[in-house]
């Protein structure tokens, strides 16, 4: 039983999963991770990451990992199925699964095939990666236009270059262009309210309650950020 609050559970192992850790201790190097799967021992041992061996569809090997206590869940895609629906069938029964066990926990989906994502919209996950897609894409990106898959690994990886990070909405700001200016005047590009990408061109506009501001900029000018908010 792992009995800690606002860890991060991984489900599946696999080589993307072992990238994903790596990325999670580079972003936070004290979050405690726990890794679910049915292999016979665990792959990866530390200080802060955990093994629990189980069918992670089971509501028993969920409760065991302290599923509502977490604080995201990420599923991983199992590749050695034969299919991409065979897959996809597979992440949507442990997603389920854990809406069913704790619906309030953040999850965080692999999807092979984007067609398929209208039947985990039933089970309320929160996020999808498609996993197909999303390479080709790049892929075809940086075809037509070279050097694009370095920006797409800067905004992607904490290992090189600028990156994106979520800011506090300070209380002086008002305005979306109040934020945007002021936020530049530091060295960071405000880029986003949550998914959403246009608000460079509503800079007039309020900055709505709940609002979640996403900028672009290097580590050094993010810690002088949240300095900046905590004062």
């Known amino acids: 039983m792992y009995k800690d609050k606002q860890h991060l559970i991984i489900i599946g192992w696999s080589q993307k999963a072992k990238f994903a850790i790596d990325e999670i201790l580079d972003t936070n190097k004290?979050?405690?991770?726990?890794?679910?799967?049915?292999?016979?021992?665990?792959?990866?041992?530390?200080?802060?990451?955990?093994?629990?061996?189980?069918?992670?569809?089971?509501?028993?090997?969920?409760?065991?990992?302290?599923?509502?206590?977490?604080?995201?869940?990420?599923?991983?895609?199992?590749?050695?199925?034969?299919?991409?629906q065979m897959i996809d069938g597979k992440t949507l029964l442990i997603a389920s699964t854990i809406e069913t066990v704790a619906p309030d926990v953040h999850t965080v989906v692999e999807v092979m095939e984007e067609r398929h994502i209208k039947n985990f919209k039933h089970a309320r996950v929160d996020e999808f990666i498609i996993s197909n897609e999303t390479i080709s894409s790049l892929a075809v990106r940086s075809a037509f236009?070279?050097?694009?898959?370095?920006?797409?690994?800067?905004?992607?990886?904490?290992?090189?270059?600028?990156?994106?990070?979520?800011?506090?909405?300070?209380?002086?700001?008002?305005?979306?262009?109040?934020?945007?200016?002021?936020?530049?005047?530091?060295?960071?590009?405000?880029?986003?309210?949550?998914?959403?990408?246009?608000?460079?061109?509503?800079?007039?506009?309020?900055?709505?309650?709940?609002?979640?501001?996403y900028v672009v900029c290097d580590q050094k000018t993010y810690q002088q950020l949240l300095k900046k908010e905590a004062k």
């Open 30 to 84: 004290e979050i405690e991770v726990v890794i679910i799967d049915e292999l016979k021992e665990a792959p990866l041992l530390a200080e802060n990451i955990h093994y629990i061996k189980g069918n992670a569809s089971d509501e028993s090997t969920l409760l065991k990992a302290n599923l509502r206590e977490a604080k995201a869940v990420l599923i991983f895609a199992d590749s050695s199925l034969d299919s991409d």
């Open 145 to 213: 236009r070279k050097g694009v898959s370095g920006i797409y690994s800067q905004l992607l990886s904490r290992s090189v270059g600028d990156d994106l990070y979520h800011v506090p909405n300070l209380n002086n700001w008002k305005t979306y262009g109040e934020a945007f200016q002021e936020l530049l005047n530091h060295g960071a590009t405000l880029i986003a309210d949550r998914n959403d990408l246009t608000i460079n061109r509503r800079l007039h506009e309020n900055i709505p309650e709940g609002a979640e501001l």
